[in-house]
């Protein structure tokens, strides 16, 4: 399958390299407002540069992969659905939730083929454990637990445009939990405070932030947020049902464990997101070839970014509020 | 230190051996409305059978343990105050608020000590992190969080008398997040269920329920709570702050581990309580004796049973409206 | 159960208090060459100090607790045997294996009831790994691991005494690897060497030493043993077979974890072996006391008291000549 | 840097892969006694099925990996010494010390680089335990564990070319024991059995060992070995010294566990060698090129092939004779 990569910044590069090592799958083109950086990412992946219109132009591609700014998406998924190209979208869609509701009918009116990244649903961890839910081993779901603090925020200059920690950050939790829970949350109560960098309150932003959420039948989700952690990525998610509980645990740099008069010690977890989720970008990009390929619809899709993004601003409204909020 | 105990039931027995079990302390009266009981503990602990009045009468008795249903500590502890002993009683001092702030101005008026037995607290894990929080071996807390599982309901009939899962469960999280934030939570926002057994709903209450909270500062806490767990007593705190992580795990009943084709597997987490937390009640009752000897005050105290209540009452409001509750 | 205590030293005072606690049993005398230690202890357990001969004649005594210097262990062992008395003797019975013989060719003259005190058979989990093995859980065993280091050396004094590292220390893990092979091995090698404390070397003995051992039908054991050990008392034990392996992890002082930038630190293995063992020591006498009480016959006896001997001087023999030793 | 890969079975696709991978390197050539085989890694790298004599005489191949079979394997090294190519060599250079010797003494001669394939030096795991040891994190090491335990046999048809489990599988244990020790073993003392499949047995080979080693200081190595493992690719190594222990644990499948009525139950270790040693063969081959690159002696080299064989020849005799066994 022959893709054009729009972006080359950092996840534009995962996506190419992912695209570029697989034997049935190749990067024809990329593009770039930075002329560099899409040289670079040609070069790495044996691809030309061109321009995007170009790219929705040409013939031989048959999928696209959108890692360029969030604000640039929706335009181009519309673009690339009416091009007839299957897409690959990094998340979100849109900051905006009517926005990616229009994003989504042309979709669906073009029947597009489009997948949204939210890649941690492919880490292999995960993904084990979303796998024996489906398949009982827990039972009937009665509560999801989720933890996930960044190492280090992003620049203030970022936060600023990033739509706030419930939509930049969270979001990847608000799906996750929509992955394990398999029921939708009705309702979300959300905190919240910047406890890491007072520039972040200046923002008028949040670092730290803890959520809960109620389906209609009365499971509920508990997410924390930090955007600092001092020993590496943590990402854990636990799922307790009526016959038992399933936890997937942070990856750690190595197994090793060190015992001395300090106690025992063992590594951080990995901290670098791109290392920590290297086989989650690459099982995601596999994913979403095997289900062009044959012709099936890829998952997560665009509903699923729109539900995540519902989520999101039911937390903010929440934490703004004060209040319990309904979702959508 | 000779004590009399009112109540011989389960949690009876264990402050009574305890105490006949230390070299320096001794049971000398024991009380219950079974005489049976009664007379069963006391020949345990070489003590005599006595009515409550002649206990709280004799001069040899130096303190109380109150282990007697819940509705009548407030009574107790009032009356054993003005009779000029030392008390321990078993949490909650009351269901209700005011009846309980009534009963700590009898303790203020009297000059009484009191404790109150929050029994986590001197749980060798949990006193272990709480002392490493306190040393500042994570820095300033950003975020606490609880999962609190009991390994199977009690019965209806007892639910239907205790106040409901807030209060009669979820009170020893309230207690913990306090012991760990070190600050006060302002605001409650709960979410409940009951999915463990319809007919807890049917009388009222919710067998499952998630919680947080927030404090003046900003720091946050979560609990969960259920009345069920299949792999024993889920009893874990984890506290955030701006240094790292720290996290108490459960109690396994021993350290083996059976690896073969079906993976490795170790034992369930210790099931039933009074074993879990056998080294809680002992270090409970020591530090008991130790502030009394020593002229101390005991800890926690009547404010602590009070401030636990009024999170219990935030949350149980919550819950019932929907809405965040702000504390007191 | 009336006992008798002979010797009141660290191990007598474990033994006294734990037939003290039982509301079945009593220590009704207490025999040590040092009075004070001996009256320290009877006031303790609330019984009386006596001479040894007294304590055997005495027709209120059925058991005796032999828990004197080793080199007065076959001696008593004989005259409890010969005053009928149900005897509990610490390990070991003597360090030479003629002195052995003779000594059980009276307890088997006499039919006289004597236990060995390998307490950590009742270890909880050492029994848990033991009766999985019992029970298939593994399969057909294959090979035993045996990790076992303390702290640190004791006096070169008690070294100088002691029968060396094999009879001394490593006799609990050749005791260790018979209860959990199921089969006696034939064969020894052994190295060792001094490296924790020189001044053990110039005292004859070795303070670390690796042996491997075989059984007829070819299963096989390792042992390493060391006197010193910076992160507690390491005492693991692990079993291969045919359908898996079962491993018995160190006891840590509490279940809590630190992660922050120096990676995720737990606590040392419990450092102290009366603390270590304290249920050991504890089920070891209930199992005594139960079997007695049964007329069965308490475990581990006499016969296994000599094949721990006998393994532990086919290593010494083995470390000294360099080859390697048939057992016995 | 280009390469001619000699031998194009499994561990030949592996180096294959991993020279096509990089950025710096190719593979040009590939040689094999079966024309399928060397064609479709020939397709798979990018490379021509070339002969083994075209390959040694191409001047733009600058180094080779030699992955043929072991008997080939010295003749390889001399040809490719004298034609002035780099040589990756999987272990071992021959199964005859003598033979080993006289390759060694080409290479020499040539001046050539030699690497030899023990690719466990390289696993993240056991690498990071090595550097902690030489940090001096555990202070002077004292004793060495390593369990190695493959999930099932090879076939019998292998085994009896093998050179038995000692130079066949112990080899890898037996440089990983010298990789940590630091310090060479002097004198082996080895007991095996056949365990696993009777057959093995009639082929004149054990399935199930143990071995110890003494180095001329007192530093001791245990390894224990077996062709059987239910619960996945065991391969354990441990290190204590004066200030601690250091323990590589296995790698897990994922980091789930579930819990429930029949305890906590985590993954498997990783089944398959080539993907639990996956960073392993490529770090292997990075560190081959970066010292080839960098002029610098590739590590391990001839010698340490040497002297694991001469290990392995000593634990053979140890175990043939009954007795303990000097090295060389």
Redesign the interface.
């Known amino acids: 399958m022959k893709f054009g990569i729009i972006g080359a910044g950092r996840i534009g590069k995962i996506h190419g390299a992912n695209v570029a090592?697989r034997?049935d799958s190749a990067v024809v083109y990329v593009a770039d407002a930075d002329p560099a950086a899409a040289a670079a990412l040609a070069k790495?992946t044996g691809a030309k540069v061109a321009e995007i219109d170009a790219i929705l132009a040409a013939k031989d591609v048959e999928a696209v992969a959108i890692c360029s700014p969030t604000d640039t998406h929706a335009d181009l998924i519309e673009r690339a659905a009416r091009a007839k190209k299957a897409i690959f979208c990094e998340k979100p869609i849109d900051l905006d939730v009517a926005r990616v509701r229009a994003c989504l009918e042309v979709v669906k009116q073009t029947g597009a083929t489009l997948a949204v990244g939210f890649h941690r649903r492919f880490d292999?961890?995960f993904a084990?454990?979303r796998k024996?839910v489906a398949e009982g081993?827990?039972g009937?779901i009665?509560?999801v637990?989720i933890?996930s603090?960044d190492p280090s925020p992003p620049p203030v200059s970022y936060i600023a445009r990033s739509g706030g920690l419930f939509r930049d950050m969270m979001i990847h939790d608000f799906d996750m939990a929509r992955f394990v829970l398999g029921e939708e949350p009705v309702?979300v109560?959300?905190?919240?405070?910047?406890?890491?960098d007072k520039a972040i309150a200046e923002a008028g932003d949040i670092d730290?932030?803890?959520?809960?959420?109620?389906t209609g039948?009365?499971?509920?989700?508990?997410i924390?947020n930090?955007r600092?952690?001092?020993?590496g990525h943590?990402q854990r998610v636990e799922a307790?049902g009526?016959?038992?509980?399933?936890?997937?645990?942070?990856?750690?740099?190595?197994?090793?464990?060190?015992?001395?008069?300090?106690?025992?010690?063992?590594?951080?977890a990995r901290n670098f997101f791109l290392e920590r989720y290297d086989a989650a970008y690459r099982n995601e990009l596999d994913a979403f070839i095997g289900a062009v390929k044959a012709g099936s619809k890829p998952y997560p899709d665009g509903e699923d970014g729109l539900k995540a993004l519902l989520l999101a601003d039911a937390a903010y409204r929440s934490w703004k509020t004060?209040?319990?909020v309904a979702v959508g």
């Open positions: 090592a034997p790495a292999p961890n084990s454990l024996r081993a827990i009937a009665e509560i637990s933890t603090r309702a109560s959300a905190m919240g405070s910047a406890l890491v730290t932030a803890v959520v809960i959420m109620e039948s009365g499971k509920a989700a508990q924390s930090s600092r952690a001092t020993y943590d307790h009526d016959k038992g509980m399933v936890h997937a645990g942070n990856v750690h740099e190595t197994t090793v464990e060190l015992a001395g008069a300090q106690g025992y010690t063992r590594d951080k004060g209040q319990r």
